[in-house]
Structure formats: structure tokens, C-alpha cells
């Protein structure tokens, strides 16, 4: 039900504000993903095979949410593109996620984009588990989700503004990478002063 009134008022936002070059301020969370999130399957473009956010689990994900007839959506996806390259190579995972269309020509619009876009990161329509991770109250499009690599949602950011948004992305995406780096670095610490501590008993004895 919540999915439904989240959908129904996203909808609104999109017939109204869908032209619009918004951008709030980013929202903190901290909402760990749950199991059938991960687990959903998601019907992709032009017959590929389903994919699940578990495919990706373990890395940093940047989810979108976009409608192909709304514009800065468009650029955002322009723009998704541009990051998918920046970040390639690195533990960073991108994923576009299209609205579900009731009329079959707004569907194949949204197919036709895609195709002719030739997007190298993974793009399919939502479902019921991702509309209740991407949809707030308070949701519009492009809607970006951003997990760490731990699992956790933890910032969502609305809107597209060319000015504002690639930055917040690529920063949110370079703290996120940063400070799974310095855990990693601050466990191999500990091991390493675990293993010296073992060493140094075992000579004593």
C-alpha cells in the first residue's frame, strides 16, 4: 500500500515538476537494504537477463530512478553514463532503474531510449522490493540512491541540476570508496597486531 501512494504521488511530481532543475539538499539515511531488495529480480532492456542489486552486493551502489519523458531525468542518465566510466575499475556499481509505464508507447519510448543510448551500466524497470527503496514520500525524479558497501542506504539525492548534482554524486561516491579503504586498512591493522601479539606469546612460552 505504502508503494502504491508513493507511486501515485511520484506521478504527480513527474506531470508537474518533471521540467523543472531541482535540487534539495541531500537527505542522510542509514536504512539497511533488505534481504528481498537485494534478492528482487529486475526485468531488463531489449530481452537481456534479469539482474538483482545482489549481483553487485559488496560494492558501493549509485541506484537511479528515471521516466525517459522527463528531462533532467535524461541528463541524469547522460551523466550516469559519464560516472560509470570515472569509476570503472573501482568498487563502484551503477544502476538505472525506469518507471513501470501503463500505455505501451511510453514503454517502447523508454525501450528506444535505452537501445539508442547504448548505456554500458545496467538499466531495467522497477519493481514493487526497488520502489520501496527508491520512493519517499517526498519522491520526484531522477531519484538517486546511494548504498555502501556494507548494505546500508545511506543518502538519497533528488532532482538533477547540472550545476549541483554530478558533484554531489562523484563526491558521495569518492567518500563512500574512501572510508571502506580506511576500514579495510584499519583491519589489516588489527590482524597484523593480532598476529605479532600471538608471535611474540608463543616465544615466551
Request: glycine share 6%.
Amino acid at each position: 500500500m505504502r508503494f502504491l501512494r508513493s507511486y501515485s504521488l511520484l506521478a504527480l511530481v513527474l506531470l508537474y515538476g518533471g521540467a523543472a532543475i531541482a535540487q534539495p539538499a541531500p537527505q542522510t539515511l542509514s536504512h539497511r537494504v533488505p534481504e528481498q531488495t537485494w534478492k528482487a529480480e529486475i526485468k531488463s532492456f531489449g530481452g537481456s537477463a534479469p539482474f538483482s542489486l545482489n549481483d553487485d552486493k559488496g560494492k558501493v551502489i549509485l541506484l537511479a530512478v528515471w521516466a525517459y519523458w522527463c528531462k533532467p531525468c535524461l541528463n541524469a542518465m547522460n551523466e550516469l553514463a559519464k560516472i560509470q566510466e570515472d569509476f570503472a575499475g573501482q568498487n563502484v556499481a551503477v544502476v538505472g532503474i525506469s518507471l513501470y509505464y501503463s500505455f505501451p508507447d511510453d514503454k517502447r519510448g523508454a525501450i528506444d531510449y535505452v537501445q539508442y543510448s547504448k548505456f554500458k551500466f545496467k538499466m531495467g524497470w522497477i519493481n514493487e522490493e526497488i520502489g520501496g527503496l527508491l520512493m519517499a514520500d517526498d519522491a520526484e525524479v531522477p531519484n538517486f540512491m546511494l548504498i555502501n558497501s556494507d548494505g546500508v542506504l545511506v543518502e538519497r539525492i533528488l532532482g538533477f541540476n547540472p550545476a549541483k548534482t554530478r558533484t554531489l554524486l562523484r563526491d558521495a561516491l569518492k567518500n563512500l570508496l574512501k572510508s571502506r579503504t580506511g576500514l579495510e586498512k584499519k583491519e589489516a591493522e588489527s590482524k597484523t597486531f593480532q598476529l605479532r601479539e600471538a608471535q611474540a606469546l608463543s616465544k615466551k612460552e
